[in-house]
């Protein structure tokens, strides 16, 4: 069993409940950083298990390389925190840790995306397909997509799982989840994994990786029933700074649909007087 982990994205909320699992069950973590006291928390109670790099692990290659070097597993668990088209970080992540991993006869890899990258769109809710993902998530979705299908193309090279993940919640560790070994959802009411308990799904996943139970695959997981509050917040706060753009483009849309041709209709009947 590998005890040696390369994690991108290791300050993202995923990442943070992550690491401590991962410092529990004995690995040793290669975390890229973009501020040098990122992890200091972690430094202090784990200072041997722990090495972190400064860099963006969006550019930067060559540090890239560097952790992939030393790890024999690579996890890429970045959170998307912009819907701006260019912002394509995971993308760009993924393509610089898989090149590296050719370059150095690396292999096992894991990718967190999101339910509804893909083709099982069909289990959504209307109102979150044609309006929520359409206007509001549409360059994170792509920028997911986009990782997915790189890492697809690159497949021959890899042993790799993309783990397609519903709702995130900060609701406790249960341990108590379903799993899909497919990018089909598990059906259930509502779709929703607390963070804890995707922290546990992907050292599972880790730790069986020698037996190829989780290779060359998808992996959906959602809590069988959910009690509290609906956890919106990510998608809002990414709304909220897109409310100016979002007005203009329905202004300028209910000009085409709908003014222009009131104005033909009203030529029409001048043009019949």
Not at 18 to 35: D, I, T, W
Not at 62 to 89: C, F, H, K, M
Request: net charge positive; aromatic share 8%.
């Amino acid at each position: 069993m590998s005890k040696s982990v390369g994690v991108f994205g290791a300050t993202s909320r995923i990442g943070q409940e992550l690491l401590p699992m991962l410092f529990e069950s004995g690995y040793n973590v290669h975390a890229m950083v973009r501020k040098a006291n990122g992890l200091s928390p972690l430094l202090f109670h784990y200072p041997n298990q722990l090495t972190t790099y400064l860099g963006d692990c969006s550019k930067d290659s060559n540090t890239i390389e560097r952790i992939v070097s030393t790890s024999d597993i690579q996890v890429i668990v970045l959170g998307a925190y912009s819907n701006e088209p260019e912002d394509q970080i995971i993308c760009q992540t993924t393509q610089l840790v898989v090149e590296a991993m050719k370059k150095l006869g690396k292999r096992r890899i894991i990718l967190i995306s999101s339910a509804g990258v893909g083709n099982n769109e069909d289990q959504e809710k209307l109102s979150y397909r044609f309006v929520f993902k359409k206007f509001v998530l549409n360059n994170c979705y792509a920028d997911l997509r986009n990782a997915e299908n790189f890492m697809l193309a690159n497949s021959q090279f890899l042993d790799y799982t993309i783990a397609q993940l519903p709702l995130l919640s900060n609701g406790p560790l249960t341990k108590d989840y379903i799993v899909n070994l497919s990018n089909r959802m598990p059906s259930v009411p509502l779709r929703i994994l607390s963070r804890k308990n995707v922290a546990h799904l992907l050292l599972t996943i880790i730790e069986e990786s020698q037996d190829g139970k989780y290779k060359n695959t998808y992996v959906s997981a959602t809590e069988p029933k959910f009690e509290g509050k609906i956890p919106y917040e990510d998608g809002l706060n990414m709304l909220k700074p897109q409310i100016p753009k979002l007005m203009s483009q329905l202004a300028w849309k209910t000009t085409v649909w709908i003014g222009l041709p009131s104005l033909c209709l009203m030529g029409w009947k001048l043009m019949r007087k």
